[in-house]
Nanobody, 123 residues
Framework: QVQLVESGGGLVQAGGSLRLSCAAS????????MGWFRQAPGKEREFVAG????????AYADSVKGRFTISRDNAKNTVSLQMNSLKPEDTAVYYC????????????????WGQGTQVTVSS
């Protein structure tokens, strides 16, 4: 059984930083991609960043490029999202997810999801 547990959300002022972590349990494959998505009130869940377990290749949404960094620690089975220069529009519930597809940005390609963690950026 695959489980994903996020942590690290909270309230921060605009321009500040937060680091989210996702602990993964259960069987994983080196070809898997781990992703972060977010969903703001009244909006669709959108891709934020993804990284492969094997080579550490990453992909980002245009809205977060240069501000967010995704990384993975294979030994600890964790994936992190370092978020810098946060903006009020980054406010959302952030979800960790796992996909068998290589660096997919499509929500439907992710079959396993965490419960989400709230990130609130005040102006």
């Amino acid at each position: 059984q695959v489980q994903l547990v996020e942590s690290g959300g909270g309230l921060v002022q605009a321009g500040g930083s937060l680091r989210l972590s996702c602990a993964a349990s259960g069987r994983t494959f080196s070809s898997d991609t781990m992703g972060w998505f977010r969903q703001a009130p009244g909006k669709e869940r959108e891709f934020v960043a993804g990284v492969t377990w094997s080579g550490g290749t990453s992909a980002y949404a245009d809205s977060v490029k240069g501000r967010f960094t995704i990384s993975r620690d294979n030994a600890k089975n964790t994936v992190s999202l370092q978020m810098n220069s946060l903006k009020p529009e980054d406010t959302a519930v952030y979800y960790c997810a796992r996909s068998h597809y290589h660096l997919s940005k499509r929500r439907d390609d992710y079959g396993y999801w965490g419960q989400g963690t709230q990130v609130t950026v005040s102006s």
